[in-house]
């Protein structure tokens, strides 16, 4: 097993990893809109905070060695349901010709008030 930790997104603020690689396959923490950094910013917005779950995605799968194209699963968590036709149009725009199996959770409330948060499976080739 391997560890997986980038500047390239915000770095854990509890006792995870960013991603761990194993058996071919990186499993990717929950990622928070949260911009790199020390500070814990978050953009404003539904589509702000999609984004930069998917650049933080896009940042550990990179220094896993990975990308989008090789995602399996990603599983998004919403707090409101009404919130999914904006996600998925930001998601469908980021993704490109990945098609990754996906499920969305209607969740209540997440963590520091964020609108959405993301993890996920990749193949690592």
């Known amino acids: 097993m391997e560890h997986i930790q980038t500047a390239a997104a915000p770095l854990p603020a509890g006792h995870y990893s960013q991603a761990i690689k194993a058996n071919g396959f990186v499993y990717v923490s929950g990622q928070l ?67 990754p199996a996906r499920t969305v959770v209607p969740t209540g409330a997440l963590h520091h008030g964020a609108l959405i948060e993301l993890n996920a499976v990749a193949v690592c080739p």
């Open 33 to 99: 809109p949260f911009a790199p950094g020390a500070q814990r910013v978050m953009p404003p917005g539904i589509a702000a905070q999609a984004r930069q779950c998917l650049e933080n995605l896009a940042a550990i799968l990179a220094a896993a060695g990975t990308s989008l194209d090789q995602l399996a699963s990603v599983q998004i968590f919403i707090p409101d349901v009404s919130l999914w036709p904006e996600v998925n149009s930001v998601y469908e725009a980021f993704m490109g010709k990945a098609r």
